[in-house]
């Protein structure tokens, strides 16, 4: 056994669900020794290589030695990993606040400079994956969550590197996985993938955060796939008129259709939408109120 054998509520309390995806159930659970709370997700294994349930092993070890590297303030951290005949339990640091996307829409409007303080968080983590070669390939508002809503100043923390790939030097890798709203082009054609294709992600993300409304969305995937490969967005006049023109180049310099011809994380962090140089560049920013359809 990679992970340990034994069970883990010899260790944990399972308390409520909070959350469930592709992959299975993300419950609260209690140390039993430290009393201290974290959040168990339990994968289902597959037991038989043909069998559709379930993950397949490689894909879960392939999350957990991800994981294993990735120690950073805005990423999710990894505690411990128990495995039984048909299931891993990934430990991980309890990430409360919930999603971005609720909290910003329960907050009605959002002031351009709150939705930078959130972007240069999620750009610290990436900017960090990126360095370690990593590429997360699942971006997108669930998987971007806060650590405590009630303050002022919440952290971001990205999780579910379920679907993310640690490239070798030269190595080429392809997939076609992902949520038709914010997956690059590129991945939709089964080009070889990059780094670039997170960037991509985060002008989506940025987008929508600005404005409520999703770019590339169609009334079916198959719409939106066909809006994605043709690049096919535009600021819509009404929802993006107090919007500055730093940040809708911001958002331009992201989803731009070549992979290579996109801004870095790094990059992003020095965008002067991002980190004004002057003040002027900074009065420059709209101190309008964004509306956010809920
Ligand atoms: C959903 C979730 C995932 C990881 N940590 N806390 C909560």
């Known amino acids: ?83 039984s005949r048909s299931e891993v339990v990934l430990i991980l640091e309890l990430v409360s606040g919930g999603e971005l996307f609720d909290f910003i829409a329960e907050k009605e409007n959002l002031l351009e400079c709150e939705a930078i303080e959130f972007l240069k968080q999620i750009l610290e983590g990436l900017k960090f994956m990126h360095k370690n070669n990593i590429v997360h390939f699942d971006l997108k508002p669930e998987n971007i969550m806060l650590s405590d809503k009630g303050s002022p100043h919440p952290n971001i923390k990205l999780i579910d590197f379920g679907l993310a790939h640690r490239f070798c030097q030269g190595e080429e890798y392809r997939s076609t996985s992902g949520t038709p709203q914010y997956i690059a082009p590129e991945m939709i054609s089964n080009e070889p993938l990059s780094t670039a294709a997170d960037m991509w992600s985060i002008g989506v993300i940025t987008y929508i955060l600005l404005s409520g409304l999703s770019p590339f969305q169609g009334e079916t995937d198959e719409e939106t796939l066909k809006n994605v490969i043709a690049t096919n967005y535009q600021f819509n006049k009404h929802y993006f008129s107090m919007t500055s023109s730093m940040a809708k180049d911001f958002i331009m310099k992201l989803l731009i259709k070549t992979p290579n011809e996109r801004m870095t994380a790094e990059e992003c962090l020095v965008h002067p939408w991002i980190k004004p140089i002057t003040r002027t560049q900074a009065d420059k920013r709209s101190r309008s109120s964004i509306n956010m359809r809920s």
């Open 1 to 83: 056994a990679l992970f340990k054998p034994e069970n883990v509520e010899d260790f944990y309390e399972i308390e409520e669900v909070l959350g469930s995806g592709h992959f299975g159930q993300v419950r609260k659970v209690c140390e039993r020794t430290s009393r201290t709370h974290w959040a168990g997700k339990f994968l289902k294994i597959r037991k038989t290589a043909c069998s559709r349930l379930g993950l397949d092993r490689t894909s879960v070890e392939r999350e957990v030695e991800i994981l294993q590297i990735l120690h950073h303030p805005n990423i999710v951290a990894l505690k411990d990993v128990f495995e």
